[in-house]
Each structure stands twice: as structure tokens, then as C-alpha cells.
């Protein structure tokens, strides 16, 4: 098993050296910089990529989101040194953290056991943290991405190798004013609808912490114009 930190970024500024460090204990970071759509003229402070072991930088620009993300995973399919392999690639914007990465390996190692050769698990929901404390389990941030053939709409809208099409979002888990939003057996909370536990891999969103004079459309937003008129269930 190899895992690959995977980073689409663009005028971050030093804000995206805490991310690429965050996955420092991953077996490769690949970080993927330019514009996509019509951002390439829109003002923000250059990304601080450090050079470090380990560390793939490509600079580029590419007509959405969903084009650069599957460039990033055609170059994870293309290297040598991860054919053969069960390959997991872990999405980082510039504004998040990986928190207690060094154990992410034992986590994604029990949920791959609970597939098989003929039907493999294709990815494990991540809970992602808020600056108030509120958690969501990222259902497409830590993905086999050996078994997907391409993003069709940001990185939310998957084609998986052999045709299948999935639709991967957040899923809110727990906030501080209403706890648990998630049941598990018998109709009582989840055991994972809460804050995680320290030692338990997850990721921080920093968004406040990005530049301010970064003007670059929000992700977010452009998913959501590009989803109109999409048939999901084509």
C-alpha cells in the first residue's frame, strides 16, 4: 500500500506550506499548481511550495477542477513506483491540515480488510473539523485512486474504472449546539459523531487563515454552477 498526499492549489500563499507539511508522512506529496476556469487573472500572494524529499511540484492550468484532479491521478497511475500497488490519495486544499497522519496508515489498512480482490473498498470517510468545532465525514477526500478513471465535476462527481459513476460530498456528523447528527446501531449515535480522539487521523479546515487579498473563486461555488443541469442518475 502506498499513500499519496494530493494538493490542487493556486496563489495560496504560506498558508499551503502547513498543508504540504501536514503530509510529510505520507510516501509522496504531489502538489498541483495553477488556475483553473477563469481564475488565471484573479489577484492572490504566490504559493510558498518548500522543497523537500518526496515532493512532486507541476505547475499548469487547466479548463475546471475536475480536469485537474484527473490529471493529478493519471500522474499517481503513470509512475512506476506505484504500479502494482494499492494506491490512496489523500486531498488537501491549501487551507486544510492533516492531523495525526502517522497513523492514518493503521485506519485505512483496517477499512481496506473489510473488501476483497473482486470488490475493493474505493475510500474511507475522513472527519474534517471546523474552526467552531462542528465535524463532517469527507466521503471523497481519501480515495483509492487506482480504481477511479476520472473527476467529472470538481471532486465531487467520480467516474470509476470500469464506467461506474459515483457522487462523493460531506456529510455533516456533529456540531457543538446539537451533537451527534448521525445514528448507528440500534438508533444511538454513531460512534463517530463526535470531535475525533486525539491520535485519530483528521483533517482541519483553516479557511480564515487564507490570504485576504486572495480574490480566486471558491471552489465551492464553482461545484455548485457546475452540478446545474447535471442528471446524477445517468
Not at 502506498?2 to 502538489?31: C, N, P, Q
Not at 505547475?59 to 499517481?76: L, S
Not at 477511479?148 to 456528523?173: D, W
Amino acid at each position: 500500500m502506498k499513500i499519496i498526499g494530493l494538493i490542487s492549489s493556486f496563489r495560496e500563499g504560506a498558508l499551503v506550506e502547513g498543508a504540504i507539511r501536514s503530509l510529510a508522512m505520507l510516501d509522496h506529496v504531489l502538489v498541483c499548481e495553477g488556475p483553473v476556469e477563469h481564475n488565471a487573472s484573479l489577484a492572490g500572494p504566490e504559493s510558498v511550495v518548500p522543497k523537500q524529499p518526496n515532493l512532486t511540484r507541476i505547475d499548469g492550468e487547466w479548463p475546471a477542477d475536475a480536469a485537474k484532479r484527473t490529471a493529478m491521478i493519471q500522474w499517481c497511475k503513470e509512475r512506476r513506483w506505484l504500479q502494482g500497488e494499492e494506491v490512496w490519495g489523500l486531498w488537501l486544499d491549501g487551507d486544510e491540515l492533516l492531523l495525526w497522519g502517522e497513523y492514518l496508515r493503521d485506519w485505512i489498512r483496517a477499512a481496506a480488510s473489510g473488501g476483497s480482490a473482486e470488490d475493493p473498498v474505493a475510500g474511507w470517510p475522513i472527519s474534517l473539523v471546523e474552526l467552531d468545532g462542528s465535524v463532517a465525514w469527507c466521503m471523497g477526500k481519501l480515495v483509492r485512486v487506482d480504481l477511479i478513471e476520472r473527476y467529472l465535476i470538481s471532486s465531487s462527481f467520480i467516474e470509476m474504472v470500469g464506467g461506474a459513476t459515483r457522487t462523493v460530498g460531506n456529510v455533516q456528523a456533529w456540531t457543538p449546539t446539537e451533537g451527534p447528527l448521525q445514528t448507528g446501531a440500534k438508533g444511538l449515535p454513531h460512534w463517530r459523531a463526535r470531535p475525533p480522539l486525539q491520535g485519530e487521523p483528521h483533517l482541519q479546515h483553516r479557511w480564515m487563515l487564507r490570504p485576504r487579498d486572495r480574490t480566486i473563486e471558491r471552489q465551492g461555488d464553482a461545484e455548485t454552477r457546475n452540478f446545474q443541469g447535471v442528471d446524477l442518475d445517468a
